[in-house]
């Protein structure tokens, strides 16, 4: 089974790119889709995460409220570390067993979306690294229209980031995604095939 890490930056467009290659049936773990089932109300780690960042973090509901979170680790750096020590290790095991499930069922290729895997030391659980660049300004228009995020977040979350730049050194493909969404379908379904077919 091939396992294709999509990574890149906020606001890049990977989960796009994860969309347009389940069209093409591959099926993808979305590693901030399993931070969500890290976060859910009276886990042990929910309890660590406001032990840390205060009761402030939590909705009335008792959810873990991830906007108010991120505004305190995207301008903290030691804030994110925290973060990311607490909730990182438990993901990682996460996206184990959902790989040896796959596995189990016979699937031809898996995408493992997870805008930090090359930051967190997770590319040894994939065979390739897909990344995803888009430039700065076009991440903070997408990310001001389509998740309410002002320009000033949404730079302060950029900068939290290791730099695309930096890793390509790491990318065994690199997608750039500042045309449409077209375009996008194209190169992504060419690079499919490329990989399908060897």
Known sequence: MLIIGITGN??????????ILAKLGIPTIDTD????????????????????????????????????LGQIVFSSPHALAQLNRIVHPCVYCMVQERIENYSRQGVEAVTVEAALLVEADWTKLVDKVWLVMTSDNTVSQRLTQHKGISTVQAL?????????????????????????????ETRVTELWHRFSTR
């Open 156 to 184: 302060s979350r950029l900068r939290s980031q290791m730099p695309a730049r930096e890793k390509m050194k790491y990318a065994d493909e690199i997608i750039y995604n500042d045309g449409d969404m077209a375009h996008l």
């Open 33 to 68: 889709k399993l931070a969500h089932e890290v976060y859910k109300p009276n886990s042990q780690i929910w309890q660590e995460l406001i032990n840390i960042f205060g009761k402030d973090i939590v909705k009335v509901n008792g959810e873990i409220d991830r906007q108010q």
């Open 10 to 19: 906020i606001g890049s467009g990977k989960s796009t790119v994860c969309q």
